[in-house]
């Protein structure tokens, strides 16, 4: 029984599905502090995102998780569904889709497809990896 609980334990860790309700928690609160665990420490981010914030680059970890803080404090989250389905055995690569709907100070309202793209990437102080986020592209709807 005692192994049965550890395999759940480790295959709950290893499940993207966490990660994915983090995100969206993020998003619908929105607290860019909650997506720093899924930042890649000293990794790069890919981020890719339409008018009203027109930004593209990649940043590190502590320049995402600043410009996320940024567009949490100038547009508000009205909505943020994510089409959750789970990573195949084995991936080390997961994508996920979300529709996030937002507004600015002046109540514009704007919708995007965002797309992420999340890793299994190993910080070398851990037995096993994290998923993190690795890539953040938008379309607009």
């Known amino acids: 029984m005692g192994n049965a609980l550890i395999l759940l334990l480790l295959l709950a860790t290893l499940s993207p599905s966490s990660t994915t309700r983090s995100i969206e928690r993020a998003f619908l609160q929105n607290n860019a502090r909650i997506l720093l665990e899924f930042l890649p420490a000293g990794g790069r981010i890919n981020l890719s995102l339409p008018e009203p914030i027109s930004f593209s680059d990649q940043l590190s970890d502590q320049q995402t998780y600043l410009l996320l803080k940024k567009i949490f ?46 890793g299994l990437i190993s910080d070398g102080s851990e037995a096993s990896p994290d998923w993190k986020i690795t890539d953040i592209r938008a379309e607009k709807i």
């Not at 404090?73 to 990573?87: D, K, N, P, V």
Request: aromatic share 24%; proline share 2%.
């Open 73 to 118: 404090t100038t547009f508000t989250t009205q909505e943020f569904f994510s089409e959750l389905r789970e990573a195949p055995q084995g991936e080390k690569r997961y994508f996920f889709k979300a529709r996030w709907s937002f507004q600015d100070k002046n109540k514009n309202l704007y919708a995007l497809d965002v797309f992420f793209q999340l």
